[in-house]
């Protein structure tokens, strides 16, 4: 098999998407007491706020790969020349685009272009985060997916595969450090979590959130071959 | 994508963790597999060739880089690849149609 590596980072949503979804959320079924069913709202919608990066609506602004022809990180940051070229004297190469549309655009070439019928699509997380939420951001572009993300291709869930054929607890969500460090890829899991990438944007710190969405393909990379070889 | 936040790593512990990482190979990695000491030492240079359009025809020209871009597999190629995504035409190989007779450019 031919294995893609791939990961994405996304962009907490901005107020006028989190309105939209907010017009989406409804009290849950069995809660009768309008006050409560108000209550419950107020607390759903706050949770979405919270979790804004991870909603339909917020935009992929980090796409890496890493595959036989090295690692590649397709974004939309705004990188200096230095730190683009620091980036590819460790081996990442920087794929920069003007917006999500056509970051998506290169993906989608890079990625029909290297697509072939033994490729497998290979993600930590990826069936129920990155590959649903990169196909409805096609959708929202009116562009066509890459071939590998048609539902025919095979998509390998390393975490998936973790918790159901390689950890006793069945624990269905684990993180990657967790399992990088099982694994005794890593000394320790302390790799930053996706939900704490927004913070980096919004920092300015676009660099380092090119080098963490490297090292999360570098460290899926080293899992698979783990567990899949 | 775990959704507890911990620490964030510095950027320089990102990069040495990604040089530590990319020096461990993988099973498969072809070169990678020999020896560092095999594959390192003996790459003096590495020239790429690009193709130019210019009114005499067609010249070739190379771009000279030190070995070290040859270290591993990955290293070169993301080279490769990054000269074809700043739009430089490197100069690609495509068998004759005579190729029993002469490979050419």
Redesign the interface.
Known sequence: MKPIIFDIETLAADDEQLDLEQSFLKPSGNIKDPKKKESNLIEKNATMRKKAALLDSALICVAGIKCDKGIFSFNSLPLGKDEIATLSEIGICCITSKDEKELLSNLSLFINNQYQPETEIVTFNGVNFDLPKSRFRYATHNLPLPEAFDSKVKIVDLMLRYSKHYSMSKVPFVSMGEVATRLGILKDGKIMSGAGFGQLIEDGEYFKAVLYNALDCIITEKIYYRLCR | ?????????S?EQ??E???Q??E?K???D?WGKKSPAATQSNIKSVSIPISLETDHGKLRVYLGFDGSVAD????L???I??LN?KGLPLDLWAAKKNWNKKSGW
Not at chain 2, 1 to 9: H, Q, V
Not at chain 2, 72 to 75: G, L, Q
């Open positions: 994508m775990s959704e507890t936040p911990t620490p964030t790593p950027t990102l990069m963790l990604i040089k990482l990319n461990q993988n099973e498969g072809g591993s597999p990955d290293k190629m993301s080279l690849e990054s995504a």
